[in-house]
């Protein structure tokens, strides 16, 4: 097995474009968790916004869009393009997240997921547990509505 570099940088507005292109792969669109290009950027703009790409030779195989205010921070999306999945890439991206949340003097780390969904055995591997549900949260395009579940990692 040929073992794969992940490269992990900053991201900005410029890469909104990639990063929506990977939503569109990542997320199921029955679940209704997909942000729009201009959510994206917009949000961005926005003080203590940051977002972590992960590259593998030379693609952008996924990313995570983060945001701190003052002891608190919430990862907001995460992805990994699916032919990339279970190589690595959420664990680097989520671990990089938990980074800059420290080097930013972050005590709590927050994030929401649908209920069910696959990557919440990532997230408690990471030392994430849960907090909470927000009952019927995410809305499909026909309707139909799914819980999602909150979870928070306390950090050095």
Excluded: K
């Excluded at 649908?114 to 997230?123: E, F, G, H, Q, S």
């Excluded at 994430?128 to 995410?138: E, K, S, W």
């Amino acid at each position: 097995m040929t073992t794969r570099v992940i490269e992990l940088s900053h991201g900005g507005a410029a890469d909104a474009e990639a990063v929506e292109r990977i939503m569109a792969r990542a997320f199921d669109p029955r679940f209704g968790e997909a942000w729009t290009r201009s959510q994206c950027v917009g949000i961005l703009a926005m003080p203590g916004v940051w977002l972590t790409l992960a590259h593998v030779d030379g693609a952008l195989a996924g990313f995570a869009l983060s945001r701190a205010i003052m002891d608190e921070a919430e990862l907001l999306l995460i992805a990994v393009d699916p032919s990339r999945r279970r190589s690595g890439i959420g664990g680097a991206l989520l671990r990089s997240v938990i980074a800059e949340c420290e080097g930013r003097g972050v005590r709590r780390l927050h994030l929401e997921v649908r209920a069910n969904n696959p990557a919440i055995a990532l997230y408690v591997a990471h030392g994430f547990a849960p907090v909470g549900t927000r009952r019927d949260y995410y809305r499909s395009r026909s309707g139909e509505t799914f819980d999602a579940c909150t979870y928070a990692r306390a950090l050095d």
